[in-house]
């Protein structure tokens, strides 16, 4: 009958009919009672109707695989029924708490090397196909042996999460490949190294590229010599693809943050050059005082040319003409961002505040939409950056904007992040708890604490200001446990306070973030 309608529909609904007295009588009723007006309508109606009747009630497919059978002995722990059951608890709070507990839960879980129950696996394994991928390697990792028998039938976790390091290197697609390759060099850097230099050869341009870029962010004293041993295979060839001169860039940009690498000796002694004492106006020029500034040429020189900059540091001319007027400003701002700052300060013989200060003056803005830019201030910000240069970071947290200092925040101490939060009166900024704490794995003080959980009570219930509630789910990784009892106290709310605030502020931030609090201990136990 379904058939005699999918062809009706093929030969379209004028040509040829369908005999409607053929339909069950259940779906014939409800067919009479539809308007004749609208036939295709009608016609689509009846389809669906009559494509659910004759499944409905049908058993499903008899299994026809191989069920697991086999006992294995299991050499790990089983985790104690106490700690078992948190998973329950885990698995009942809000959605948006649930997977930063549940890693907290498998991390500890592997930390102690022990395996989860029965119950257990069937709960991780019923929960994985709504989990992000990187969940699955932690389940691989708690699930007994008998319990890794099951993978076959789960579709959303393969057994490629049980290869090794290496079988993984060997087989795996690009994507898969670079994940190791940032989890390896995290720990083992040396080892993820070896793994590249040995398939270096076979690798394509592009993924040459993309491992660069993990080396990039990553890199460290140990890689010099295989960057060195790259110089090479990527020199300059007058028909090359863009890639080619893109790698020689990130190439060439990390050997130049190395003080005793040849790349940063030819590079140094050719700016130094463009460095001239420039007698200093008023009360200084009378005494003879002299101060040392940069005077860059407005066409190719020698040094700062098209030819030099493409083949020896795959430089391109000016992106951005509105921001650097000449070629020669874009190009001494790549030098800027990857040279260390100390040449900088003792060409310039200032201080490095002072020498900020010089690179963001008035001698290096641009008028854009009737507002200054400081065409060299993100090279600074990403010298900082690349050098892990906090001294310099500090001095840019002085006179730059807060779009401008949020990079930068991860480079302070976590005493300096919690005071700049305070001062900058960012308490219930995610973007600005998020900059300052996106890596950091430990626990605000109470005071610190405390403080901004007042905050979100007095915007939420004292202001009528709409908080998010991802604010609270980023606040019970870090809060101190002091911080329930404020939340918990404060249950009398002033008579001005609308009532889908108060809602808000104890469904997203007091159950919640009590209830998480209390299994994060529970787990840390």
Known sequence: MLQQLINTALLGTDKMVFDEKLLPESIRNIIEKMPETDKEARFFKTAALLAFYEVSGQKPKR?????????????AEVAPQKFATILNDILEIQYYFRND??????????ERKQICTAKNTVSLLSLAESLPKKFHPKIIKVLSKNGLDLLAFKT?????????????????????????????????????LTLLENTWKEESLNDKKAFIEVIKTTFESSDI??????????????????????IRQMLKGLLMGIVNT????RTTKALEGYFSHEKAKGMMGWIGKENKVLLLPEQDDSFLNISTMDSEYGFEKSPDIAIFTTNQYYWFACFLEYLPFDF???H????????????????FTVKLSGKKLAVFLNALINNALHHKNIVLAKALLKITSLNDQLPLLALLTENEREEYILSSKQLTSLQALEACFGNFNGTWSADFSNT?????????????????????????????????IFLLKENVYPSSTNPYYIKHWEKHFVEAIVTALKIKQRIDL
């Open 101 to 110: 507990l549940l890693a907290l839960w498998l991390d500890k879980l592997i």
């Open 156 to 192: 959303s976790i393969t057994q490629k999460e049980q290869l090794s390091a290496e079988q993984i290197w060997q087989e795996g697609k690009l994507a898969e490949r670079r994940e190791l390759f940032i989890e390896l060099r995290k720990e083992h850097p040396q080892k993820a």
């Open 262 to 265: 040849d790349t940063y000796a």
């Open 63 to 75: 299994f026809v695989g191989e069920l697991p059978i086999e006992i294995h002995d299991e050499f």
């Open 344 to 346: 900088w300060t003792q």
């Open 348 to 363: 310039l013989e200032k201080d490095i505040e002072a020498t900020v200060k010089y690179f963001i003056s008035e001698a």
């Open 452 to 484: 901004i959980v007042r905050e979100c009570y007095a915007t939420i219930i004292e202001r009528n200001t709409y908080i998010p509630e991802q604010l609270a789910v980023f606040m019970v990784k870090h809060l101190h446990p002091s911080a329930s």
């Open 225 to 246: 010599v295989f960057i060195e041993s790259l110089i090479p295979e990527f020199t300059f060839k007058a028909k090359e693809r863009k890639t080619q001169k893109e």
